[in-house]
């Protein structure tokens, strides 16, 4: 079974450019999670979709930061325009659905913010 | 929101030693609760987790205790590996979103 996939790995841009960030869940998995990990920290949850629709974004900068799930499978995560304090791993996770626990996470992507 | 507080944060250990990572927390909401293993450069890979039904659950060398009186829950790693060196995340789960700790740095020695 293929797991959770994310692109790109790497990104460094200059501090007020735009990024975007993709995420292609586990097949079968309704429920999708974005979580920001600064270094030496633990990851922490951005916004949680189940199917297309948003669950929970109460952690989400909404000022810069904005995600979709049109269809319900791929997700994008874009943050505009970025600050210094973005610098990250955006790490994308699913699960089967909603009720189910268990999350499994991609490999992230690391943002850089120069 | 649930704060999570793991301790230590880093420990080193020689080869064939036990590890053993503390994580507290107060919300005597939460459920379950799930510890997740992080190599560098890659995302947490779940390790071993348990619901707040069961005290205590092991698998091979990889064994979780729970204490929901006390609130806290650990994880034991006996007869430790090089390949087990990474960063070790506790978790957990009482509503809608996860709660991780903050992380131990395990390095085993050879």
């Known amino acids: 079974e293929a797991g959770v996939a994310q692109s790109p790995r790497y990104k460094i841009i200059e501090k007020r450019q735009s990024v975007a960030f993709w995420c292609n869940p586990i097949?079968?998995?309704?429920?999708l999670y974005w979580y920001q990990q600064i270094l030496g920290q633990g990851p922490k949850l951005l916004i949680q979709?189940?199917?297309?629709?948003?669950?929970?974004d109460s952690q989400l900068p909404k000022d810069r930061f904005s995600a979709e799930r049109l269809k319900g499978v791929d997700s994008t995560l874009k943050i505009q325009p970025a600050k210094l304090e973005d610098s990250a791993v955006y790490l994308c996770?699913?699960?089967?659905?909603?009720?189910?626990?268990?999350?499994?996470f991609g490999p992230g992507t690391r943002l850089l913010v120069l | 929101g649930e704060n999570v507080e793991q301790h230590p944060s880093t420990l080193s250990v020689q080869e064939g030693d036990s590890a053993v990572i503390k994580c507290t927390y107060s919300d005597s909401a939460s459920n379950y609760f799930p510890w997740y293993k992080q190599e560098l450069g890659k995302g947490p890979q779940l390790i071993i987790d348990?619901?707040?039904?069961?005290g205590e659950k092991k698998d091979q060398r990889i064994a979780v205790t729970l204490n929901k009186t006390a609130k806290h829950f650990s994880l034991h790693i006996t007869e430790t590996q090089p390949e087990d060196s990474a960063v070790y995340f506790c978790a957990l789960k009482g509503g809608s979103d996860m709660r991780f700790g903050a992380g131990t740095r395990l390095t085993v020695k050879p």
């Open positions: 348990i619901r707040s039904n069961v």
């Open positions: 097949s079968g998995h309704a429920t």
């Open positions: 979709f189940q199917n297309n629709g948003v669950v929970d």
């Open positions: 996770a699913s699960s089967f659905n909603r009720g189910e626990e268990t999350q499994y």
